[in-house]
């Protein structure tokens, strides 16, 4: 592992091997086409370059020189900031705060029932699936109003959904028929070449990227 200070020197993500949130800042950063070196982490053994950049240890964590960020939506945002091409977010204020309200329900509903899934005992994990399941299918009619979720265009959104919805068949999520606008939508973002490109080993086995 390098030294702090040569990671400092460039862009630096600390990324858990298989996480929906990490994954997000993945996919945002292979939609801007930036190049950065990942650093994978074991949670449970961190390095001591993340120890020494982020003592709460939370990840994912980016370096970017002397700057140091964690938090997934600062980290979204500062990469759609700083890198502005192709932009991630729409202009106007109004679309921009719809967007920030979904990303933030995401984060507290449904990446805490797809982190439950799996973690406690059986009837704890089934319960948090049944949740997950109904998080998702309440939101069908979003998936029918535009060719991305709530936007014309691929947004920080999308990159926080994408991963999310990658992993359900892993979870033991079959969305019901009557969701296929959700998977038709799933698929679209998973034929991207960025999408591919922003998979670490451990997450290909969760479906088969589509040709």
């Not at 990303?103 to 899934?117: D, G, H, S």
């Not at 535009?146 to 920080?156: G, P, V, Y």
């Amino acid at each position: 592992m390098a030294s702090s200070s040569r990671l400092r020197n460039a862009l630096t993500l600390f990324s858990a091997r298989d996480c929906a949130t990490c994954h997000r800042i993945r996919l945002v950063l292979a939609a801007k086409g930036v190049s950065y070196e990942l650093v994978p982490v074991d949670p449970q053994h961190p390095p001591e370059d993340l120890l020494d950049l982020n003592p709460t240890l939370s990840l994912p964590t980016l370096a970017d020189r002397d700057l140091v960020l964690y938090s997934a939506s600062v980290l979204s945002e500062y990469i759609d900031e700083r890198y502005p091409h192709p932009p991630l977010m729409p202009i106007d204020p109004l679309s921009r705060a719809r967007l920030r309200l979904a990303m933030l329900r995401l984060e507290q509903e449904w990446v805490p029932e797809l982190e439950a899934i799996g973690t406690g005992s059986k009837a704890e994990s089934e319960a948090a699936r049944k949740r997950m399941r109904e998080l998702v299918q309440a939101s069908l009619p979003l998936f029918k109003a535009s060719r991305f979720f709530l936007n014309t265009e691929l947004s920080l959104a999308d990159c926080a959904l994408a991963p999310i919805l990658w992993r359900l068949p892993a979870a033991g999520i079959d969305l019901a028929r009557d969701a296929k606008p959700i998977e038709d939508y799933a698929q679209r973002i998973f034929r991207s070449p960025i999408f591919g490109r922003s998979l670490m080993a451990e997450e290909r086995h969760y479906r088969d990227l589509p040709a």
